[in-house]
């Protein structure tokens, strides 16, 4: 491999970065992480990727020692980077899918709980460990 390719990878590896959570800002929605690949370094709170922020939204924290993704910024003082962006989670050979499968699309709430539609049967299935409310102005069932 040529230097300028090395480079490149190295300064890729400082940019996008593996982590585990080692804390949470419920308030700010962001978090601290650590690299155990960059001798134990812990980012500053990074803000977390979501879907949506404006008017329709999609929350969602990270628990502590959940393995994330994090976009860095680039640091030209010469300190190294610990500024960036959590993009989110993944799965892994520890931490794998419920239920897989083309068509698929599932919550999982952590305690049992979950949320599961197939769009090839179009079945949705809700699964609560504790009480159902549904509110609405109006509630229509099977019409």
């Given at each position: 491999?040529a ?7 190295s ?15 419920q ?34 924290l ?18 190294g980077?610990?500024?960036?962006i959590v993009?989110?989670?993944f ?11 083309t ?22 299935i ?5 009480t159902?409310?549904?509110k609405?102005?109006?509630v229509?069932?099977?019409?």
């Amino acid at each position: 491999m040529a230097t300028n390719d090395r480079q490149l990878l190295s300064a890729l590896r400082r940019i996008i970065r593996i982590g585990n959570v080692s804390s949470v800002n419920q308030e700010s929605m962001s978090c601290r992480v650590v690299f155990p690949d960059m001798d134990g370094n812990v980012s500053a709170e990074l803000p977390l990727l979501n879907n949506g922020s404006a008017h329709c939204k999609d929350y969602w924290l990270p628990v502590v020692d959940e393995q994330v993704v994090c976009l860095m910024l680039p640091n030209d003082g010469g300190t190294g980077n610990n500024e960036g962006i959590v993009l989110g989670s993944f799965f892994n050979d520890v931490d794998k899918p419920v239920k897989t499968g083309t068509g698929i699309r599932r919550i999982d709430f952590g305690d049992g709980s979950y949320v599961e539609h197939n769009s090839n049967t179009g079945n949705l299935i809700i699964q609560a460990t504790g009480t159902n409310t549904i509110k609405g102005a109006t509630v229509r069932i099977n019409e």
